[in-house]
């Protein structure tokens, strides 16, 4: 949203800030029913709308949709804080929206998840965040998954019967509905000079040694003679005794195992 001054149809240049003491007095009015109070706290937190979306511009075309789900994410926070909680209203709504702003990224998702597994990877985050508060740390897919069975048990009715799910199931269901990741990702930018994911990344079976000896063994192998090349590719591609390729090319056992160990001999040589 680099350069953007104007958000669905709203100038953020002019968009209100307001003071711990206004929000407080905002909530309490808010609370009580107050309706003004309540447009008047959604309109003087939406710069804090603003900066959530910034860390998923990337990730959607459409600033403006971005910012109306996170203005959803701000009402539900507004519409659920807890006056009773000591805990600044800013550090209850961003979570909040964050979480909006993810659900609508998940369902827009260019890779298309099964409406099932869909359904249980959101029970199974719900479960995670109320485990997660209670234990003060992140639970582990058992027990999630024994969290999860069990709310569907409370809510069965008579009658019906209840696919118990593992947390192997949880596991890929939250797998599934992970937000991808483009290697193009920046990790850390100093001075303008970016470290993007795939700068992080490499493949040890593909590296410059393994590149090397392959280059130096494609080399060695071109300077046998074709017999060689033939005795070499059955035993070592095809995986064939020397029984098998003496019967093959024609000639004894002995040759095939004369003619094998010298053909090695010539390219340990050469590399």
Known sequence: ???????????????????????????????????????????????????????????????????????????KAVDHFDLDQNVKFSTYAVPMI?????????????????????????????????????????????????????????????????????PKEVSAALDAVLEPVSLFDPIYTDGGDSIYLMDQICDHKICDEGWIENLALEEAVK???????????LRFYRGKTQMEVAGEIGISQAQVSRLEKGALHRI????
Do not use: W
Not at 103 to 121: E, P, T, W
Not at 268 to 271: A, I, L
């Open 1 to 75: 949203m680099v350069g953007k001054v104007e958000v669905s149809g709203i100038n953020t240049a002019n968009l209100k800030v307001l003071t711990e003491k206004e929000k407080d007095d905002l909530l309490k009015r808010t609370k009580m029913g107050d309706a003004k109070a309540r447009e008047e706290l959604i309109s003087g937190n939406l710069r804090l709308v603003l900066s959530v979306i910034q860390k998923f511009t990337r990730r959607c075309d459409s600033p403006d949709d971005l910012f109306q789900v996170g203005c959803v994410g701000l009402i």
């Open 223 to 233: 300077g046998l003679g074709e017999r060689e090349k033939t005795i070499l590719n």
């Open 268 to 271: 340990r040589k050469q590399m």
């Open 98 to 166: 964050i979480g909006e702003l993810r659900r609508y990224l998940r369902d827009n998702n260019m890779i298309r998840v099964s409406r099932s597994l869909r359904d249980l990877a959101y029970r199974a985050l719900t479960e995670r965040e109320i485990l997660t508060g209670q234990l003060g740390q992140e639970p582990n897919p058992e027990q999630i998954a024994e969290a999860v069975n069990r709310r569907a048990r409370a809510s069965l009715a008579e009658g019906e019967t209840l696919h118990e799910v593992t």
